[in-house]
């Protein structure tokens, strides 16, 4: 397909879930995705923003939560909140 510039664009552009790394199919209804903005120290936004997308597999087994946590950890938006466990 083409673009007004004349340009050939795509039409669908595939998701990677953020826990697993797997592509997230058009076809999974389940999935999500999460925009966490990011503020100042008055807690304003800053105009920023952080995208977690998450499939309906990761969902399915109950382990998106953990899953925000571990990603919000490690890029700096929680502190002492995920641990790793055996």
Known sequence: M??????LVDLY???KCSATNRLIGSKD??????NIANVDEQGRM?????TYAISGMVRSLGESDDS???LATTDGYLKNVWSYQK
């Open 29 to 34: 209804h389940a999935s999500v995705q999460i």
């Open 46 to 50: 800053t105009g920023g923003t952080k």
């Open 13 to 15: 552009i595939p998701r």
């Open 2 to 7: 083409e673009n007004d510039q004349g340009k």
């Open 68 to 70: 925000i946590n571990r």
